[in-house]
């Protein structure tokens, strides 16, 4: 099954203004400003790679809707060269042993393909395995101990019985304000 990546390069449809365009790819792909920078730089990016060709389908469809452009190019398993053969009459050197190197991790040997991947280059991700399903994902239980706490105290009162609450005491009259009245602008006194 053939795999395909999604590049961009910055490129944004004809018609569209250019800030719609980075405005809505930052909603699209939900990064700030320091990422669109990258994104708009016009140099290639690879989005996502790894896709079916439906996939890689889908992401073009969105991008264009936000208005801009990208490619979609196959994924080519680059093939390690062999080095050029020398002319058969030169005598060929024998190489020196190397001497023994400890083997170097697997994430130091990966190289990033572009700056946006490159800052990534440090992160130590741990291996986690996936649990089956149904299973229980707590490490132990423990022992529930009620606390030891005297209770005798206390004792519940029977349904509709008076808490205890104080009667609310009746408001005062009210006060009259018949002598009070509002003052006219025109009128200062």
Known sequence: MAAFEVVFRGQVRPGVDIE???SRIGQLFQVGERQLEVLFSGRRIVIKQGLDEAGAQKYRDAIERAGALCEIVPMVDEPVS???SEPASAPAPTP???PARPAAPAAAAIQPRDEYMAAFRDVQAPDLPIAPLGADM???YSE???LDIDLSAFSLAPVG???GQLPRSPAGPIPDT???HLADEGNNG
């Open 178 to 180: 018949s002598h009070l």
């Open 20 to 22: 719609q365009a980075r």
């Open 96 to 98: 020196a042993p190397e």
């Open 82 to 84: 062999a080095p050029a």
């Open 138 to 140: 707590q490490d132990s």
């Open 161 to 163: 019985s008076d808490m």
């Open 144 to 146: 529930f101990t009620p």
